[in-house]
């Protein structure tokens, strides 16, 4: 039956770009067709069940905000309440998938035992919803930064006990997402970094967590888990330096520990930010080496110098996310998370629903914009013109020469090169035609 929490709420209908109502979505249209493929298969949106139903509005100054009928998030009774009231929300807005921590639907029990009790039990319940409402898991995770047991790391803690632990952890989410059908699993590590190189062994940590993630990648393949397995690059916020700094840094690591052909990166936008880039720099990097796999969509208060994980709003850097997202093939098993919360001041349930239509409409516009570039072909006939130099027989034969017979040449013909305008502002101005 219906909890009443979203009482007064329809199911989310679209109404064209003209609409003014918050609750209706002006841009996305599930079944229109985009390249070829239904939008709602382009995008293939999810649900954060921990910003959207875990998160109680706290911030490092003040307490909750919100007053939510499965608050406090203590036992089992009200995880049930809490799961009830995420599928009403997806029915509502007609989202395809959710995405988990372990932590966000069943209590903290403080012990293995109970905590791997307590998410079977719940597991199940999801999944039994899951048969009735058609919705699907994008991927699960364990959360191992919240408890004080992670305080100095998962895989990379100097304490063998807490690697067991998170060890036991993952294998226990892992089966949970291969349970439920998950099409991914995600590792993001919390507090896999350091606060002071004066109590840190690098060497060793970097060590652990490699061969912890093989033995990830080893149990999927044990258990027969289909999807994919993704890592979330972020520079900072717990730790001062965390060793998925970016997404460069995670596909270096992946490949000293022979993982470059298993795992993939689950990208987020404020990550981005918060290492001093822009999301499609992120997106394009991924795509370049073949390791884009998935993306966490939301924003940063650039006044702000941490994660604010708020909804995306700007349309011209969705887009460019998105173009570069299609011009890598578009997603396989990986999504568009909305790893994004409302503000602390934004109380009602209405305002969660708004939120997601609000974001989901600038994706929408966002994808619309980056396949009218491309299917234009301004942007690849720029690059295509600016690099034809090397479509020559000369050039290409340069690549295999050495620098004794590239001087030569270059004093034989004369070489002086005149340099050529890059033209950024008039492919920013084309961008800007789009969106």
Known sequence: MPSGFFEGIEPIRFEGADSKNPLAFRHYNPDEIVMGKRMEDHLRFAV??????????????????FERPWHPQDDMGRARIKADIAFEMFEILGQPYFCWHDADIRPERGNFADNLRTLEEITDYIGEKMQVSGTKLLWGTANMFSHRRWMAGASTNPDPDVFAFAAATVKSCLDATHKLGGENYVLWGGREGYETLLNTDMKTELDHMGRFLNMV?????????????LVEPKPQE??????????ATCIGFLRKYGLENEVKLNLEQGHAILAGH????????????????????NRNDYQSGWDTDQFPNNTPE?????????????????????DAKIRRQSIDSKDLIAAHVGGMDICARGLKAAAAMIDDGGLQAAISDRY?????????AMLNSDLDDIAAQVLAKAINPTPRSGRQEILESYVNMFV
């Open 48 to 65: 954060a069940w921990w910003h959207s139903f875990a998160w109680e509005g706290g911030d490092p100054f003040g307490g909750p905000t």
């Open 217 to 229: 990648v080893e149990y999927k393949h044990k258990i027969g888990f289909q999807g994919t397995i």
């Open 238 to 247: 717990p730790s001062k330096h965390q060793y998925d700094y970016d997404a």
């Open 278 to 297: 822009s999301f499609e720099h992120e997106i394009a990097v991924a795509a370049a080496e073949g390791m884009l796999g998935s993306i966490d969509m």
């Open 318 to 338: 969705v887009a460019l996310a998105y173009y570069y997202i299609l011009n890598a093939g578009g997603f396989t098993t990986g999504g568009t998370n909305f």
């Open 388 to 396: 034809s130099g090397w479509k020559t027989p000369e050039a290409l």
